[in-house]
C-alpha cells in the first residue's frame, strides 16, 4: 500500500525523494527497494508505543545486513532462528546479548554457536531441547539464559499458514509440560529459566488470542518468582490494502501492556518494521489475451516473492507511471513454469504494453528472504533508500549466471 515514503508525485511514483523509475533504469528489473525512513520510523513508532520494552526485530523477515545494521544502531535487538541468522546479526553489530535464539529444530551446533557466541536469550521449544543445552552449557561451564515458549493453544485470527499457537502446531509447549519443566528447575543447573515466550501467529487481526495467550502466560509463570519476563513474541499487522483493517502499533501496545504491568517485556516484531518499506519492482514482458483474461507477463514472480502463492497473499501493483488512464483488468504473472506463479489476480491497472515497470507494493517483508533459484534464476538486487530521502544505493547485488553454479562440485 502506499504511504508517506513510498507515494505519487506529478505521476510519477517515488520512494521518498527518490523516483522509482531512476532506480529501475540504473539496476533493472526486478529489484527490491527500501525505504529507510520509512522502516526506522516504523521502528521508532514501535519503541515509543511499548516504551520500556526490548525490542528485536526479527531478521527473518528481511535478513539484509544493511537494514539490519540500521535497525540495531537505532536501538533493535535481534530475533534469530538459526546460527545463520546469529551469524548475520552479529555482522550487522548486534550484540550478541540482544539476540534472542527461537526456533523449534534447533541443531547442536547450532546452540552450541550461539552458547559460545554469548546469545542472550534461548527460546525452548521442547524438553529434548532444555535438556541438551543445559548438557551443553554445562560442559562450556556456563549458563544459559532460557525463555519457555508456550503453546496456549489459542486460535489466532490470521492466515492458517502462519498462525502458531493453536494446540496442534508444532511451536511451543503445552502448559502442561512448562508446569513440569519449572517444578524440576533443579535438573537443569546450567540453566537459568527466567522467561515465557509466546507467538501465536503472523499478521494478527486483532489482539483477542495475545491476550487470551499472555494471560495462560501469567497463569504458569505465577509461582516462580524468577520467571520475570514475557516475550511476546511478533505477529504486528500491516494492511496490506486500504480495506484490510487491522489494529494500530498503539492499538496493540494499549490492549496487552496493562496485562503485563511488573514484566520485563520482550517484542519480536518483523513484518511491522519492514513491510511497507519495501517494495519490488518489475518489468511488462509480454501482453497476452487468453480466454476472457489479460496477462500482463512480468519479470518477477513466485521466484522473488513467494507470498502470493505460498499464503493467497495480496499485494497491490501499481503502475510507476500514473497518467489518470481508465482501469482494466489484468492477471499480473510471472515467467516460471508454475501455474501459481501470480503475483496479482484482477489488477486494475492502466492500459499495459511490453517495457512498462510495476511495483508490488508492501513487499518488504517475507520478500527477498524467501527469494529462491527456481528455474535458475539469479536473485535480484536489493537498493536501499537512505533515511537522507535523497540518495540511494545498492545493499545487495543481482546474483548472476556463475553465482548460480559456484557452489557445485562439477
Ligand atoms: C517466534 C517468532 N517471532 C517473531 C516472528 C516475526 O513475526 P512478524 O513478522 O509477524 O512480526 C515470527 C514469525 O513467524 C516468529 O515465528
Not at 6 to 29: K, P, S
Not at 40 to 67: C, D, E, M, V
Not at 166 to 180: C, L, N, P, W, Y
Request: negative net charge; aromatic residues 6%.
Amino acid at each position: 500500500m502506499l504511504n508517506t515514503s513510498i507515494h505519487y508525485e506529478n505521476g510519477r511514483l517515488f520512494c521518498d525523494g527518490v523516483a522509482v523509475a531512476e532506480i529501475a533504469a540504473q539496476v533493472g528489473t526486478p529489484a527490491y527497494i527500501y525505504s529507510g525512513t520509512r522502516f526506522l520510523s516504523n521502528l521508532r513508532r514501535i519503541q515509543a508505543a511499548f516504551p520500556t520494552a526490548h525490542i528485536h526485530y526479527s531478521a527473518k523477515a528481511n535478513g539484509n545486513l544493511a537494514i539490519m545494521k540500521m535497525l540495531v544502531n537505532a536501538g533493535a535487538g535481534i530475533d534469530a532462528v538459526s546460527a545463520g541468522e546469529i551469524h548475520r546479526a552479529l555482522i550487522a553489530g548486534a550484540q550478541p546479548e540482544n539476540i534472542v535464539f527461537a526456533g523449534v529444530g534447533k541443531t547442536g551446533q547450532e546452540l552450541y554457536y550461539a552458547l559460545s557466541r554469548g546469545v542472550g536469550w534461548f527460546n525452548i521449544e521442547n524438553v529434548e531441547e532444555c535438556r541438551l543445552l543445559n548438557s551443553m552449557a554445562g560442559a562450556a561451564q556456563m549458563v544459559a539464559r532460557v525463555a519457555l515458549r508456550l503453546n496456549p493453544d489459542v486460535a489466532a485470527n490470521t492466515h492458517r499458514h502462519i498462525a502458531t499457537g493453536h494446540g496442534k502446531a508444532k511451536f511451543g509447549m503445552s502448559t502442561e509440560t512448562i508446569r513440569d519443566l519449572l517444578t524440576r528447575q533443579g535438573e537443569f543447573s546450567n540453566l537459568s529459566f527466567e522467561g515465557i515466550h509466546i507467538h501465536i501467529g503472523s499478521q494478527l487481526h486483532d489482539t483477542t488470542a495475545t491476550q487470551a495467550a499472555i494471560r495462560a502466560a501469567l497463569d504458569v509463570i505465577q509461582p516462580y518468582p524468577t520467571m520475570r519476563t514475557v516475550d511476546i513474541g511478533g505477529g504486528l499487522p500491516v494492511a496490506y490494502s486500504a480495506d484490510e483493517i487491522v489494529p494500530d502499533v498503539e492499538a496493540f501496545a494499549a490492549s496487552i501492556l496493562p496485562l503485563l504491568e511488573g514484566y520485563e517485556v520482550i517484542l519480536e516484531p518483523g513484518r511491522a518494521i519492514i513491510a511497507d518499506a519495501g517494495m519490488l519492482i518489475t518489468r511488462v514482458q509480454y501482453i497476452k489475451e487468453q480466454g476472457e483474461a489479460k496477462f500482463a507477463i512480468v519479470d518477477a514472480g513466485m521466484t522473488e516473492l513467494i507470498r502470493p502463492a505460498l499464503y493467497e497473499a495480496h499485494h497491490e501493483i501499481v503502475p510507476l507511471v500514473e497518467q489518470g488512464l481508465p482501469r482494466e483488468s489484468v492477471q499480473v504473472v510471472g515467467p516460471v513454469c508454475e501455474t501459481t506463479d501470480v503475483l496479482g489476480r484482477d489488477v486494475a491497472l492502466p492500459p499495459l504494453a511490453a517495457g512498462d515497470c510495476l511495483a508490488v507494493l508492501t513487499a518488504g517483508a517475507y520478500g527477498m528472504v524467501m527469494a529462491s533459484n527456481y528455474n535458475a534464476r539469479p536473485r535480484p538486487p536489493e537498493v536501499l533508500v537512505d533515511p537522507n530521502g535523497k540518495s540511494w544505493y545498492l545493499v545487495r547485488r543481482r546474483e548472476t549466471w556463475d553465482d548460480l553454479v559456484a557452489p557445485e562440485l562439477a
